[in-house]
């Protein structure tokens, strides 16, 4: 067997999937072949970080992360849509006083000038008069000047 | 409880199912996990997000095949969504580095110190090299290997978690065997270790 053969199979040798008769000529290359042994003995090293890396110790507050994380998701989503005390209480509470509010103010924009304080009244007729003036000053008195 | 009972009370949002569950299962998701990405924090985080997605569609589980095949199948899928992002961002990262004028790692693949006596060290070196190795490997035969190796799945198994044939897996693990001696070999060569 040579050397390259030998690298080409060493992963299968050690893990011991090549047929027997196979299995046996590794070996004995290995016997008498230094440079292929030290390879062989590297690659069995790096094989086996594979057995101390598995079924790592789990962190005991494992759950316990896992419900606050799902704890705090789903409080994110109802938050605004499904708690009860804003579904059912802030909620029509807040269209209420929207619809009065603006049940009052159309009413207060509807009502008749002659309800209102003195105080529009005259500021009223204090401006009417002004604008009758601007009627009469006509287009070509404007340009003319 | 057993699996079938575990299922029903999870669909009726029983707590102590899920916990049940999740203690049953953590282990081998985490482990799953860790195979796949190499580090415990993320694989750990990866897990979490397992287990988020199984108690949110637990619904949509079909009783036709085993808890533990979905349970790895989520966890394939979270660890190479996880491998994605990172990549991604990795990529950022040295294009940063690149613009700022940074000196680019080297990678260790090639660069490790071989005259350090501490063993400690070297089994340090040594499971980075077998990593990046294992890194190296297209995304199937990555996951066939890490099923196989972490999980000592069967290629039945493993079959059912990827939804392929079991001659597939066989090849794929086969390949990935052979591709990870030629990286390690390549290593061996540079003396690396
Ligand atoms: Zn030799």
Avoid at chain 1, 42 to 50: F, Q
Avoid at chain 1, 67 to 89: D, G, H, Q, W
Avoid at chain 2, 64 to 84: E, M, Q
Wanted: charged share 30%; hydrophobic share 35%.
């Amino acid at each position: 067997m040579k050397c390259k053969t030998l690298h080409k199979k060493i992963i299968f040798f050690l893990e011991e999937e090549l047929p027997a008769d196979e299995m046996e000529q590794m070996k004995y290359h290995l016997s008498v072949c230094n440079d292929c042994n030290a390879f062989a003995e590297e690659m069995a090293k790096m094989l086996a970080v594979l057995q101390t890396e598995k079924a790592p110790s789990v962190n005991p507050f494992f759950y316990t992360r896992l419900k606050a994380k799902i704890e705090n998701l789903s409080n994110s989503k109802i938050r605004y849509n499904k708690n009860p005390f804003f579904v059912k209480i802030l909620q029509p509470a807040l269209f209420s006083v929207l619809l009065i509010a603006g049940i009052y103010s159309g009413i207060k924009i509807g009502q008749p000038i002659s309800d209102r304080t003195s105080y529009y009244v005259d500021s009223e007729q204090e401006i009417i008069p002004y604008l009758n003036e601007m009627k009469n000053e006509t287009i070509e008195l404007f340009l003319m000047e | 409880m057993n699996e079938s009972e575990i299922i029903q009370k999870l669909k009726q949002g029983n707590e102590k199912a899920f916990r049940e569950l999740v203690e049953k299962y953590q282990g081998m998701v985490v482990n799953t996990c860790f195979g796949m990405v190499h580090n415990t924090e993320d694989s750990e985080d990866i897990a979490q997000e397992v287990f988020i997605e199984v108690y949110r569609s637990i619904e949509n589980f079909r009783a036709d095949s085993k808890l533990s095949t979905w349970l790895y199948r989520i966890a394939v899928n979270r660890s190479l969504n996880f491998i994605r992002d990172n990549k991604r961002k990795k990529w950022a990262q040295s294009i940063e580095d690149v613009l700022k004028g940074k000196k680019v790692q080297l990678n260790k693949f090639e660069s490790g110190n071989s005259q350090n006596p501490d063993s400690k060290l070297e089994d340090k070196q040594r499971a980075e090299m077998l990593h990046q190795a294992i890194d190296s490997l297209s995304e199937n035969q990555r996951i066939a290997f890490t099923l196989n190796k972490y999980e000592d799945l069967s290629y039945k198994e493993i079959s059912e978690v990827m939804e392929l044939t079991v001659s597939s897996v066989e090849s794929l693990i086969h390949r990935a065997k052979i591709n990870l001696q030629k990286k390690l070999f390549k290593c061996y060569k540079k003396k690396c270790i």
